[in-house]
């Protein structure tokens, strides 16, 4: 939790790689944002995980198991399972400024708590609970990254660079970075990386729906679906994790 981290990092060529190709998935992310729901784009992101397991498989000259497969379907099914319930209408791209504050505080009031009960934790457990609030963290940036999108797409470069939604989102973008990559280096990356990539599209829902209102379908039924896709792709995600780290390992080794 220092940023002496962050400069001792990028020291290293393969992380300066990794931040690379995660600057290149943002841009795609902001134009995401730029003309769809929150509650749609957010979600969506935990596909990568689909793809990093048999990167990792292929570089650690592996096989995924019948585990993996099976993680991978519950994803799947699950992340499926739920936009097509939930239907995220395309809602707003702004709300007042009274609101974004509001919004703002309470994240940071969220992130701090996480952070404290973090601290003289087990290296696991502290591990997944900078995570978590690197999730918040990160649900709140995609808010202002959707904001700071429609802003330079209805009225320009100008508008979108001297808003306060830039700001917000440089300092918000850092303080995830800073949070996400202590939790790397806390525990093993399975302590991390499940809560970390669950975390961030549940915020990002909230959000969509009680912030820009983006209409999700609600009623028994429909609640009930939405629940159980959600935790279909959370137990997909920890399994995937799981091989991940394993994957991970096995390069290291």
Same mark, same amino acid.
């Given at each position: 939790?220092? +940023?002496? *981290? @962050? ?5 290293? %060529? ?12 943002? =841009?795609?992310?902001? =134009? &995401? ?6 509650? @749609?784009?957010?979600? *969506?992101?935990? $596909? ?5 397991? %048999?990167?990792?498989?292929? !570089?650690?000259?592996? /096989?995924?198991?019948? /585990? ?12 499926? !399972? ?13 709300? $007042? ?15 701090? *708590? ?8 087990? #290296?696991?457990?502290? &591990?997944?609970?900078? &995570? ?14 959707? $904001?700071?999108?429609?802003? !330079? ?15 917000? +989102? ?7 970075? *800073? ?8 525990? %093993? @990356?399975?302590?991390? +990386? ?35 896709? @959600? ?5 997909? =995600?920890?399994?995937? #994790? ?5 994957? =991970? ?5």
């Amino acid at each position: 939790m220092r +940023l002496g *981290l @962050l400069t001792r990092l990028m020291r290293r %060529p393969v992380w300066l790689v990794g931040i690379g190709s995660d600057g290149a998935a943002y =841009v795609l992310q902001f =134009v &995401a944002l730029g003309h769809g729901a929150l509650a @749609l784009v957010q979600p *969506l992101l935990v $596909s990568g995980l689909l793809f990093a397991l %048999p990167l990792g498989a292929f !570089l650690a000259r592996t /096989r995924m198991s019948g /585990r993996d497969w099976s993680g991978a379907i519950a994803l799947v099914v699950g992340l499926s !399972l739920f936009l097509l319930v939930s239907s995220p209408g395309a809602g707003h791209a702004n709300a $007042s400024n009274m609101t974004w504050l509001m919004l703002s505080i309470i994240c940071a009031l969220a992130i701090g *708590l996480i952070v404290l009960a973090a601290q003289g934790r087990s #290296s696991r457990l502290r &591990a997944g609970l900078l &995570a978590a609030a690197a999730g918040v963290d990160y649900g709140l940036t995609a808010a202002y990254t959707k $904001s700071a999108a429609h802003l !330079l797409l209805d009225h320009g470069v100008v508008a979108a660079i001297t808003s306060w939604e830039a700001y917000g +989102l440089v300092i918000a973008g850092v303080l995830g970075m *800073l949070l996400a990559q202590s939790a790397f280096q806390s525990g %093993p @990356l399975d302590a991390s +990386l499940p809560v970390l990539t669950v975390m961030d599209p549940i915020v990002s829902i909230v959000i969509g729906a009680a912030v820009l209102g983006e209409g999700i379908r609600t009623g028994l039924g429909a609640t009930t679906l939405e629940l159980a896709g @959600l935790a279909l792709m959370t137990v997909g =995600v920890f399994v995937l #994790s799981r091989a991940e780290d394993a994957a =991970v390992n096995r390069q290291a080794a």
